[in-house]
């Protein structure tokens, strides 16, 4: 039963009374219309409805629901409920899927529905935490366009307690608020937006000074939880193997879990759902995981690519905030926006940082390049001006007509000058083989050769600087190599060894057999070789570290050396000597 009521002097059933009542509801509708459209959120809206509505319509609960993002849930923005029987009613129980109960029904098929005793309607569902009471319920869909974007419920104690009236004045009001929501939505879209732009704008601004990998990785992880609302946030970056490893995190306090460092390309490829643009990874995806790899497995993630050139690879993965909703979930479109406009710019800033450390390197190349060529030039002119000056002193004295050599005298000067003439023929040899094999145009010229009589030949022929005693252990050893390389490995060898040891100390050199093939060893008293120059020695116009102790030499002998070998398929390297000093190692394989 209604309540008697009177509308300007009618009482209520009449038809004035019908009449006055309907104009009082329009003008109270058409004031809050207008309340709905002065407001700019969307909870603002929900609550403006619920709190104001009863002007309208006589109620006892409101509750305004909008569809989620994805279709599948209806969520409360509002909702009131005026008597002790509502009092119950939580967030969390008003969460309905979409199709089930009346409301989710109404915003299935987009139909008003009016239960006059929700207690014997077949599609009603009792909300969790309220007590079972007879109860009229409208629900009416909130329409944009052809789209429903949510419901307007109202329910009163008792049956039958609403009229058609009721639900026409419900249907109006869900027009005039679908419209305010869509505008609201519009209006916080745009204002996420611009502030999306300022965020993006200030974290590229941050990345300008990022001129390497950790500089830009630390930025990103430093920047993402001021922007996203999450627990922990990983960089994770694609090695040449395929496995992602963790280059960068910052976890919360108690986030913080015993994950691997390293997901196998296995593992990682059947999870990356998208290599393009940002993704959600689901619980239910993440309890499909291995359990090494799940992390607390109890939190959705954002899930960012990166790609930079020429060919690099990685993401971010942001793991969702308990604060953010049931179970870490809660991520916005505003969050995948921000993920999608970091990552670009991440991506954007570590290509930059790559070329950045390219330039770097070619600038570190050319400055060791310009000073190879300074220390090249200085050893080449010392090289040649010590052999052209005694080659034109000989020459000026040989030219003098008042000069009356004897016979051993002519033959020492004829003798220098062969030596002094050898010097320069063997240094632009060198430096004209060192060319070759840099153009990679040298092949060797195998011949079945005895080695061991090959090294003793080349000792018994060596005119070295210095009084060194040269002991010689070669054993007879026949194997397909070319002779004149090998004859020129042992001679750099050898002059290598005079340079650096000290006068009337002695030099060691050995051929022995190894592993199929031959072992060749020059041993001397020198100073040795640091372990931090072992590999730089045979780099081309390297010195040793005691360069001016001896004659400096060009620095393209022990490269000849390394190189020689390796055409051979063998190699060249230095050790220590038992006792002192340092032992020059070349292998050649027997094929």
């Known amino acids: 039963m209604r309540n008697v009521e009177s509308y300007g002097g009618a009482v209520t059933g009449s038809p004035l009374a019908d009449e006055l009542r309907s104009l009082a509801q329009l003008r109270m509708l058409h004031s809050l219309a207008q309340r709905l459209n002065e407001l700019n959120d969307v909870r603002q809206i929900g609550e403006a409805i619920t709190a104001e509505l009863h002007t309208v319509i006589e109620y006892h609960n409101c509750r305004v629901h909008l569809l989620s993002e994805d279709g599948q849930l209806l969520v409360p923005i509002a909702f009131r409920g005026e008597l002790s029987e509502y009092q119950g009613e939580t967030f969390e129980a008003l969460l309905i899927p979409f199709g089930a109960g009346i409301t989710g029904r109404v915003a299935e098929t987009g139909e008003s529905h009016y239960a006059a005793n929700t207690a014997e309607d077949p599609a009603a569902v009792n909300i969790a935490g309220t007590p079972d009471v007879d109860e009229s319920l409208i629900v009416v869909p909130m329409r944009y366009g052809s789209n429903v974007i949510g419901t307007v419920a109202l329910a009163k104690l008792g049956v039958d307690q609403f009229d058609d009236e009721d639900v026409r004045l419900l249907e109006v009001l869900a027009a005039h608020a679908a419209v305010a929501i869509e505008n609201a939505r519009l209006y916080e879209r745009e204002r996420n937006s611009a502030q999306v732009a300022r965020e993006l704008l200030k974290f590229s601004q941050t990345l300008t000074g990022a001129h390497d990998m950790e500089s830009v990785l630390s930025e990103a992880i430093r920047t993402i939880p001021a922007m996203i609302l999450c627990a922990s946030v990983r960089v994770y970056l694609r090695d040449p193997t395929g496995a992602f490893r963790v280059a960068a995190s910052v976890e919360g306090e108690a986030e913080a879990w015993a994950e691997p460092l390293v997901v196998p390309a296995d593992v990682a490829q059947r999870f990356l759902l998208s290599t393009q643009e940002p993704f959600v990874l689901t619980m239910e995806t993440i309890a499909a995981v291995p359990e090494p790899y799940r992390g607390r497995g109890d939190r959705e993630a954002i899930i960012a690519p990166l790609h930079w050139e020429p060919d690099g690879f990685g993401a971010i993965a942001i793991s969702g905030d308990p604060r953010a909703g049931p179970a870490g979930t809660g991520f916005s479109s505003r969050d995948l926006e ?151 490995i042992v001679e750099n060898l050898l002059a290598n060894a005079a340079r650096h040891a000290p006068d009337a100390t002695g030099i060691w050199v050995s051929a022995t057999a190894s592993d199929g093939g031959v072992l060749i060893t020059v041993e001397d008293n020198g100073p040795g070789v640091p372990p931090e120059l072992r590999a730089a020695v045979f780099e081309p116009f390297r010195q040793g570290p ?35 000093g340092a032992s020059f190692r070349v292998f050649i394989p027997a094929s």
């Open 338 to 488: 921000l993920a999608r406009g970091i990552a670009d710019i991440a991506s954007l800033a570590l290509g930059k940082a790559g070329r950045f450390r390219e330039l770097e390197e070619a600038a570190e190349r050319l400055r060791a390049l310009d000073e190879m060529k300074n220390m090249f030039l200085d050893a080449v002119s010392h090289e040649l001006r010590t052999p052209l000056a005694a080659v034109l002193g000989i020459a000026l004295t040989l030219g003098r007509p008042e000069i009356d050599l004897s016979e051993p005298e002519a033959r020492d000067l004829i003798t220098r000058l062969q030596t002094n003439a050898r010097k320069l023929e063997r240094l632009l040899s060198d430096l004209l083989d060192l060319d070759r094999l840099v153009r990679g145009i040298v092949e060797p010229n195998r011949r079945p050769t005895d080695v061991g009589a090959l090294v003793r030949g080349v000792v018994d022929a060596a005119e070295l600087p210095g009084d060194h005693e040269i002991t010689v252990q070669a054993d007879t050893l026949v194997l397909p190599v070319d002779a004149a390389k090998v004859e020129r």
């Open 546 to 580: 005691d360069r001016s102790q001896h004659s400096p030499g060009v620095g393209i002998g022990l490269s000849l050396v390394a190189r020689f070998a390796e055409i051979h398929g063998g190699r060249a390297w230095v050790e220590d000597r038992p006792g002192g």
